[in-house]
């Protein structure tokens, strides 16, 4: 396992939607990927030190109907702009993820069109899966179509493009919808990239299936704990911290195979703040730097941004908005988010054994859960209160908190202690 990953903390970046891109192709090229650079003096000083990007490469659209994986859309800018924000992440430490789109491709992709015009049975036919003579498309999305992933070339080529950007600086791979996409393929294509780049972190997009089975037949670090992220929400909104529970404990399961992926918040879901109140919110980031996992902060929730998902076109563009020039022209009232975010994070740089800590649940009430992690010198205990009256906090010198919190949880407040 990768030394670097156990300390290792993501601010996620739709790149598309940051820089305020046009939602299609455009025949140009706009050099905006210096937008992002931009910010890493505030992502290092939130406490991270990973760039997670979304999806950077030509496609139509949103990024996930790609048409070259070796090429820079041109709303973002050039493959010298890519590699100048690249450079600039690794002068100031901060780790570089992309995102690879590898189980389909957009229409538009030259090897798609080829198979059009030359039929299933063709070289090119062959990269994807067909059915009574047309293309499989993914879940319902008619503008892409599934790879073939049982193609001797198609392994080439996403071995060839991970490789590529892997050798350009690049630290590691999210692999969209992996949950689609046979681990066979990955037992195939990824040691082969680890050949040169053993210090790679690969992790995959899971929204269900067995989690643990899948990363030992694919050979991925990681996958997305979308479990977890459920119950999270789920147990704040509910006001039933037993499924947390219940969800925690499968998630400590998987630790002695891997370590997932955490988050609260990412580019396909609706915003935190726009699902629980924003004491709520905070509560949740709690919890997700308390756990182990590798977590990510989706740009904006440590600004308590809001956007609803919807199922339609353009359903997304809530949750992917575009980012101001500058830190100093993000609202007054997200702030007091940012230094909780802060605090949390300077938690798991003080305790970084949190990686990878089970962490046990000591006190359950529907409203009510205190959580207790050791590295066996180290105690730690973090309480939190979703009821409408207040509890007594557990003994202990306060590591982070709630704003107002002392002896006492007021409702709707969090604290991590150090135990006496």
């Given at each position: 396992?990768q030394d670097?990953?156990?300390?290792?903390i993501?601010?996620?970046?739709?790149?598309?939607?940051?820089v305020?891109a046009?939602a299609?192709?455009v025949?140009?090229?706009?050099?905006?990927?210096?937008r992002?650079?931009?910010?890493?003096?505030?992502?290092?000083?939130?406490?991270c030190?990973?760039?997670?990007l979304g999806?950077?490469?030509?496609?139509e659209t949103?990024?996930?109907?790609?048409?070259?994986?070796?090429?820079?859309?041109?709303?973002?800018?050039?493959?010298?702009?890519m590699d100048?924000l690249?450079?600039?992440?690794?002068a100031?430490g901060?780790?570089?993820l992309?995102?690879?789109?590898?189980?389909h491709?957009g229409?538009?992709?030259?090897?798609?069109?080829?198979a059009?015009q030359?039929?299933?049975?063709?070289?090119?036919?062959?990269?994807?899966?067909?059915k009574?003579?047309?293309?499989?498309t993914?879940?319902g999305?008619?503008?892409?179509?599934?790879l073939?992933h049982?193609?001797?070339a198609?392994?080439?080529?996403?071995?060839?493009?991970m490789?590529?950007?892997?050798?350009?600086?690049?630290?590691g791979w999210?692999l969209?919808?992996?949950?689609?996409?046979?681990p066979?393929?990955?037992?195939?294509?990824l040691?082969?990239?680890?050949?040169?780049?053993?210090d790679a972190?690969?992790?995959g997009?899971?929204i269900?299936?067995?989690?643990?089975?899948?990363v030992q037949?694919?050979?991925?670090d990681a996958?997305?704990?979308?479990?977890?992220?459920k119950?999270?929400?789920?147990?704040?909104?509910?006001?039933?911290?037993?499924e947390?529970?219940h969800?925690?404990?499968r998630?400590?399961e998987?630790l002695?195979?891997?370590?997932?992926?955490?988050?609260?918040g990412?580019h396909d879901v609706?915003?935190?703040a726009s699902?629980?109140d924003?004491?709520?919110?905070?509560?949740?980031?709690?919890?997700?730097?308390?756990?182990?996992?590798?977590?990510?902060?989706?740009?904006?929730d440590e600004?308590?941004?809001?956007?609803?998902?919807?199922?339609?076109?353009?359903?997304?563009?809530?949750?992917?908005p575009?980012?101001?020039a500058?830190?100093d022209?993000?609202a007054?009232y997200?702030?007091?988010h940012?230094?909780?975010?802060?605090a949390?994070?300077?938690?798991?740089?003080?305790?970084?054994?949190?990686?990878?800590?089970?962490?046990?649940?000591?006190?359950l009430e529907?409203?009510?859960?205190?959580?207790t992690?050791?590295?066996?010198?180290?105690?730690?205990?973090?309480s939190a209160?979703?009821g409408?009256?207040?509890?007594?906090?557990?003994?202990?010198?306060?590591?982070a908190?709630a704003?107002?919190?002392?002896?006492?949880l007021?409702?709707?407040?969090w604290?991590v202690?150090?135990?006496?």
């Amino acid at each position: 396992m990768q030394d670097w990953v156990d300390h290792v903390i993501w601010w996620q970046v739709y790149p598309l939607g940051f820089v305020g891109a046009e939602a299609e192709a455009v025949d140009r090229t706009e050099h905006r990927l210096d937008r992002i650079e931009g910010w890493f003096d505030y992502l290092l000083e939130l406490g991270c030190n990973g760039l997670a990007l979304g999806p950077v490469f030509a496609s139509e659209t949103h990024g996930y109907d790609t048409v070259d994986h070796l090429r820079v859309d041109s709303r973002l800018g050039t493959d010298s702009d890519m590699d100048a924000l690249i450079g600039a992440a690794r002068a100031k430490g901060i780790r570089v993820l992309l995102d690879g789109v590898f189980n389909h491709v957009g229409r538009s992709h030259p090897q798609f069109v080829r198979a059009e015009q030359d039929g299933p049975d063709s070289d090119a036919g062959r990269w994807f899966r067909w059915k009574d003579g047309r293309p499989r498309t993914f879940e319902g999305h008619d503008l892409l179509v599934e790879l073939n992933h049982d193609e001797p070339a198609v392994q080439e080529h996403v071995t060839e493009v991970m490789t590529h950007w892997l050798d350009r600086g690049v630290d590691g791979w999210r692999l969209d919808a992996a949950y689609a996409v046979s681990p066979a393929f990955w037992a195939a294509v990824l040691p082969r990239v680890r050949e040169a780049h053993p210090d790679a972190w690969i992790v995959g997009e899971m929204i269900h299936g067995d989690y643990a089975s899948y990363v030992q037949e694919s050979g991925l670090d990681a996958i997305t704990q979308y479990e977890l992220w459920k119950a999270t929400w789920s147990a704040l909104k509910d006001a039933n911290f037993f499924e947390f529970a219940h969800a925690l404990g499968r998630h400590d399961e998987l630790l002695p195979t891997f370590v997932p992926a955490t988050f609260v918040g990412n580019h396909d879901v609706t915003r935190i703040a726009s699902t629980l109140d924003d004491d709520d919110a905070d509560i949740a980031a709690a919890l997700l730097f308390f756990v182990a996992g590798t977590p990510t902060v989706y740009y904006g929730d440590e600004q308590g941004f809001r956007g609803i998902k919807e199922e339609r076109v353009g359903g997304d563009d809530d949750i992917r908005p575009e980012f101001p020039a500058t830190p100093d022209d993000l609202a007054p009232y997200g702030w007091p988010h940012y230094r909780r975010h802060q605090a949390l994070i300077a938690m798991r740089r003080r305790f970084p054994w949190l990686h990878r800590a089970h962490a046990e649940v000591s006190g359950l009430e529907n409203t009510a859960i205190t959580l207790t992690a050791t590295d066996g010198t180290t105690t730690l205990v973090l309480s939190a209160n979703i009821g409408d009256a207040p509890v007594p906090r557990p003994a202990g010198d306060i590591v982070a908190a709630a704003d107002g919190v002392e002896n006492d949880l007021r409702p709707h407040s969090w604290a991590v202690t150090v135990r006496p």
